[in-house]
Each structure stands twice: as structure tokens, then as C-alpha cells.
């Protein structure tokens, strides 16, 4: 009897023992991560004023809409900013984009994309572009990274000289680091070159910090830098717009 029941200890405890692996080993594997939702919103808002020996008023808005219908993604952006020194307005830009990409593969697709820039105290009363391309993208559990590159054509009209109408070529990095779990940082910067002429090139720079005050509200805090190598006679080719905005997503 002794013998038995020591038998039947031993069994018993290699059961107690196995029953967490096979139940380990029973276990359905991890849920891959919901599908982005079809469509998605931001809407950003700054207003900025001084007041006593100068007088200052700045004014930003700006939004995007993001569609996913089916294996395409389209993407709209608009923005505006106006800046007024002692009631006289010093500064003003107007800036909208549409992108419709189709993905084929994992981290590569082709776009097409329209932009509209218009900024007169920079001596640009419009600026139209088209471009086609590729973009490739990689991402991680806290970092993305993203480059593209394009082909396309522009049409600029100036308040001094005679317009631009020229050929493109133009590529952009793009990079995002999810430094904690409610805030985010993005580095993106843009490069064009005109095909008439070596000395007409572009550069646009944007770096952001974001921080979550909710679900759906935050705070952004983000430095613009627009560099034109041969700018319209009596302009200057650099233009800086450091913005702090409210931003809202739907």
C-alpha cells in the first residue's frame, strides 16, 4: 500500500505540474492589431497676441482627413496663418495638399499628389504642383521611418518677374518616435529640384513634439522652415513659422 501511494503521489504532482504547460500550450496566439479605422481628423488651432510696446496677433489653422477605402489611402491637408505687428498684417500663407496612395506590399506604394501654396509676402501669389512616386515605410513597437521619392511638374506665379512653369524631381524622409505612452515626436523634411534650372531648389523642414492632454485633445508644439534657393527679386529665401496649437481628433 505504502508503494501505491507513494506511485500515486508521484503521478498526481506530474499532473499538478503539467496541467499550466498544457494549458499554456492550449492558448489561442496574440490578436494582430486592429485595422487603422476608414477615416480619421485632426483639426489644429493657435492664436497668439501681445500687447503694450508692440502690438503682435497670430493666427493658425489647419486640418487633415485621412480615408481608407479599401486598398487606397487618401490624404487632405489644409492650413492657413496670418500674422498682424500693430494692426497691419506682416505675414499670411495658405497651403493645401491631396494624396491618394495604394499600397503594393507590406511597406512600399505609389502615390499621385496636388499641392497649392500661396504666400504673397513671400512674393508668390500661387504655386501649383503635381506629382507621381513610390514611398517606402518601416515601423516599430516606438519608431517609424519613411522615404519617398517623385516626379512632377510646377506652375508658379509671382508678384515680380516672370512665372515658373518647370519639371520636378523631389524626395522626403520622414521619421516618428513615440517617446512615452502621450507623447510623440516627428522629424519630416522635404527636398524639391527643378529640372529647367540646378539653382531652383527647395527645402521644407518640420519638426513637432506632441503631447495627449485627452483622448482626443493635444497640445503641439512644432518649428517650420521653408528655404527657396532663388527666390523671387526683393524676397528673402528663408521663412520660419514656430507654431504652438490645440489639436482636436475625430
Known amino acids: 500500500m505504502s508503494v501505491r501511494r507513494g506511485w500515486t503521489r508521484v503521478l498526481v504532482t506530474i499532473g499538478l505540474l503539467a496541467a499550466p504547460s498544457r494549458a ?3 492558448q489561442a496566439p ?4 486592429p485595422p487603422p479605422p476608414g477615416v480619421e481628423a485632426s483639426l489644429e488651432a493657435a492664436i497668439v497676441a501681445t500687447s503694450g510696446n508692440t502690438s503682435t496677433r497670430t493666427a493658425g489653422l489647419s486640418g487633415d482627413l485621412t480615408m ?5 489611402v487618401y490624404l487632405a491637408k489644409a492650413s492657413y496663418v496670418q500674422n498682424e505687428v500693430s494692426g497691419v498684417v506682416s505675414a499670411r500663407t495658405t497651403q493645401a495638399s491631396l494624396r491618394g496612395a495604394r499600397g503594393i506590399s507590406k ?6 499628389q496636388v499641392g497649392y501654396l500661396r504666400d504673397r509676402f513671400s512674393g508668390i ?7 507621381i512616386g513610390a514611398e517606402a515605410k518601416w515601423s516599430g513597437a516606438r519608431q517609424s521611418f519613411g522615404v519617398d521619392g517623385s516626379f512632377g511638374y510646377a506652375k508658379e506665379v509671382r508678384l515680380v518677374g516672370a512665372e515658373l512653369s518647370t519639371a520636378l524631381v523631389g524626395t522626403a524622409l520622414h521619421y516618428k518616435l ?12 522635404k527636398y524639391s529640384q527643378s529640372l529647367s534650372s540646378r539653382n531652383d531648389y527647395r527645402l521644407e523642414h518640420v519638426i513637432a513634439l506632441t503631447a495627449k492632454l485627452s483622448t482626443r485633445f493635444s497640445l503641439k508644439f512644432s518649428n517650420t522652415i521653408r528655404y527657396v534657393n532663388a527666390p523671387v527679386t526683393g524676397f ?6 514656430t507654431s504652438t496649437a490645440l489639436v482636436a481628433k475625430f
Open 24 to 26: 499554456a500550450w492550449a
Open 30 to 33: 496574440a490578436a494582430a492589431p
Open 68 to 72: 481608407r477605402p479599401g486598398k487606397w
Open 107 to 112: 511597406h512600399a506604394s505609389l502615390f499621385a
Open 125 to 131: 501669389d500661387s504655386r501649383s504642383t503635381v506629382d
Open 178 to 189: 513615440k517617446m512615452s505612452k502621450t507623447s510623440d515626436l516627428s522629424d519630416d523634411l
Open 236 to 241: 528673402k529665401t528663408t521663412d520660419t513659422i
